[in-house]
């Protein structure tokens, strides 16, 4: 059985993950921005300290920057539904 309270608490916000993080982390070698999503290493270890504010200013940046590998893969998506 589910607990009801949980899950609701759970999902705040089923249309977007909490970390743009898709496991791809290149920060971890010591880039300055990690590949998979964007983030500077900074934000990367900051995250889960950041506001809910903070973090959809840098969901807006790296979005519209769109370097990470994580929006390569949503491009590609996009453009193969078009099709």
Wanted: aromatic content about 6%.
């Amino acid at each position: 059985m589910t607990d009801q309270k949980n899950s609701d608490s759970n999902s705040i916000n089923t249309l977007e993950p909490d970390s743009p993080c898709i496991g791809y982390c290149s920060t971890s070698f010591g880039a300055d921005e990690c590949a998979g999503c964007g983030r500077t290493a900074k934000e990367v270890v900051e995250w889960i300290a950041l506001s809910d504010h903070e973090k959809k200013v840098i969901w807006e940046r790296i979005r519209r920057e769109a370097r990470g590998i994580r929006f390569l893969r949503e491009r590609q998506s996009l453009s193969k539904k078009s099709h």
